[in-house]
């Protein structure tokens, strides 16, 4: 039965949810997770910096752990130039959570925004570039695969903006049909598909007519 949370977080709303989302996966013993190392030590090992998106997808493809050990994937996508906050989002996630999963944790992390040089710059978070992300991992995924996504962004009522003048003239809005398409291509591994967005609750209908066994959805807002 596929699972579907609602649930608007307030105040320190993303640091609670990605908080929520790494004890759950980190606690279940039937995982078999090996003890996270430091942070220091997981952020260097998996951290993509600079690295292209065709660079970070052949990492994962390539991985020489086992195919039988249990690999969890975030895909962090900050879609949005206008704030700063969105590209912030994907960086705290990606930290806590490489933090707590140690060495079963890779990433693949996009952001429209034009972070500082000391940050590192990451692959522009596209349509396309998300498009390609889910498809390819979903044709090379492992059996132990789990998915953790993170979309961050303005949003309105069944819409996220993709906002990125670099790559797009004006703005393009993703709608929750297109969402329920790239659930449908990581099933049926476990997915965790986080929405961060003003109305983002309003995508819930949709995904839940996927009747999707193992998708969990969480939004930060309501639907109104």
Not at 17 to 31: D, F, I, K, Q, R
Not at 49 to 74: E, G
Not at 173 to 183: F, I
Not at 190 to 198: D, E, F, G, H
Request: hydrophobic content about 40%; proline content about 7%.
């Amino acid at each position: 039965m596929s699972i579907q949370i609602t649930r608007v977080f307030q105040g320190m709303s993303w640091r609670i949810a990605a908080c929520a989302l790494a004890v759950l996966a980190h606690g279940a013993p039937s995982w078999g997770q090996e003890p996270a190392p430091s942070q220091a030590q997981t952020l260097g090992q998996h951290q993509p910096q600079s690295l292209s998106l065709d660079s970070q997808l052949q990492r994962i493809i390539d991985d020489p752990q086992a195919h039988d050990r249990p690999r969890y994937i975030f895909i962090g996508a900050a879609l949005n130039t206008r704030e700063p906050v969105f590209d912030a989002d994907v960086r705290l996630a990606h930290g806590v959570l490489s933090e707590r999963l140690g060495t079963a944790y890779r990433a693949v992390l996009l952001s429209n925004t034009d972070s500082p040089p000391a940050q590192g710059a990451w692959p522009l978070a596209s349509v396309e570039n998300l498009h390609r992300a889910i498809t390819t991992l979903a044709e090379h995924r492992r059996a132990g695969d789990r998915y953790i996504v993170l979309l961050t962004t303005h949003g309105g009522p069944g819409m996220l903006e993709v906002h990125q003048p670099r790559i797009y003239p004006g703005a393009v809005y993703l709608q929750s049909e297109q969402l329920g398409v790239w659930a449908q291509l990581l099933a049926p591994q476990p997915t965790w598909l986080v929405i961060s967005a003003c109305y983002s609750g309003s995508h819930l209908a949709e995904l839940a007519e996927l009747k999707q066994p193992g998708l969990l959805t969480m939004t930060a807002a309501a639907a109104d």
